[in-house]
């Protein structure tokens, strides 16, 4: 199998642009579907890199979007959706997902590349965000065969310039008047760099011993949510006492918070929080990736000050 070009969907968010930038240093060139080209036009800067407004949910388009790749990953999820029945995340993460197994099908593509998480699962997942983001997975999975290649990735909270999780911290941090009560503080995370991320999907596209696996991508530490909000604190400089919300204060923040227009926590998000985030096998060292540690990045980027944290802000207000 070659690899000249794949086609990213989802490919104008974090992920995807540090995705794109690793590809085409390894040669292969990225066509990028976005809603809003207007948005994304950092990604021009890219030489290889094609950029084209469609709607990925028509399935003629979407065939024809794939038509000519080499491979197909699909990046696009959601944290949050606009109601709360789980249309929005079934959209998404489901139908999408099925859309495009077709669409690969359809187009020639024989390699799929689904981005889930970790928590992922369709039967005992808590929250919405969780059971269809197991769905996808499964569907992906059930897809693998003679005519499609698949691997499935099960990354921790992922880590690294323009990041929604220390960044949003950061800003939130900043607005918070000298105490932060901090709600599910005891959720476990395993952090991963977005770097390491991105190799792993790259190492992964020509892989044999890749397919049809489901890969955790984590990072080389694990760390409760209080103790990673009190290091956003210090790396940016902040005096805030970090409080740990009780369960009851927890669940309150989250239905008041996600009233808010860009909802910076929903109770969608408290249900996930009852799940830890961490790695049972860690598949970056198989992939010869030595994962790196938040220590070593994050203060290379929170350091940037407001101007980075507000622009981080409107754009997580723009989705
Ligand atoms: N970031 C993390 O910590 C983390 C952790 C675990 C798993 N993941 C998974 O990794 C993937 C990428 O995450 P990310 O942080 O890069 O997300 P992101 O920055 O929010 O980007 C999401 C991308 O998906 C597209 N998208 C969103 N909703 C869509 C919809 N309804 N229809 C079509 N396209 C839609 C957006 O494209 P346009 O707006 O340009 O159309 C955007 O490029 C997601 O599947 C996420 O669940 C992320």
């Avoid at 000519?68 to 990046?75: C, E, K, M, P």
């Avoid at 792993?200 to 990673?228: M, N, V």
Wanted: with cysteine; aromatic share 8%; net charge positive.
């Amino acid at each position: 199998m070659r690899m000249d070009r794949v086609c990213i969907l989802g490919g104008s968010g974090f992920v995807g642009r540090h995705l794109a930038n690793r590809l085409v240093q390894h040669g292969i060139s990225a066509r990028v579907p976005t809603r809003r080209r207007e948005r994304s036009r950092h990604l021009l800067v890219l030489p290889t890199l094609e950029l084209i407004e469609a709607n990925i949910h028509d399935p003629a388009a979407l065939t024809e979007l794939c038509r000519g790749s080499s491979a197909v990953i699909n990046l696009v999820g959601i944290l949050n959706e606009a109601g709360s029945d789980g249309s929005g995340f079934r959209r998404a993460h489901v139908e999408l997902t099925e859309k495009a197994l077709r669409a690969c099908r359809e187009a020639g593509v024989q390699r799929y590349l689904h981005m889930s998480a970790l928590g992922a699962d369709a039967e005992h997942g808590p929250s919405h965000y969780q059971r269809t983001k197991g769905e996808a997975e499964r569907l992906a999975l059930a897809a693998h065969g003679t005519d499609l290649d698949v691997t499935v990735f099960r990354p921790s909270v992922i880590f690294g310039p323009g990041d929604s999780f220390f960044n949003r911290f950061a800003a939130l941090l900043r607005m918070a008047p000298g105490v932060f009560p901090l709600p599910t503080p005891r959720a476990r995370f395993q952090p991963v760099s977005v770097g390491d991320v991105a190799e792993a999907f790259a190492r992964s596209l020509l892989r044999e011993d890749t397919f049809g696996e489901r890969l955790e991508l984590a990072g080389p530490q694990r760390y409760e949510l209080i103790e990673l909000v009190r290091y956003t604190a210090t790396v940016a400089g902040l005096r805030r006492l970090v409080y740990p919300s009780p369960d009851w204060l927890s669940r309150l923040q989250a239905r008041v918070l996600g009233k808010l227009p860009f909802k910076p926590y929903s109770y969608d998000n408290y249900l996930s929080a009852s799940v830890d985030n961490v790695a049972t096998h860690n598949a970056l060292p198989g992939l010869g990736i030595h994962p790196a540690s938040v220590e070593a990045v994050v203060p290379g980027y929170l350091a940037g000050g407001v101007r980075n944290q507000y622009n981080v802000y409107r754009r997580l207000a723009r989705r």
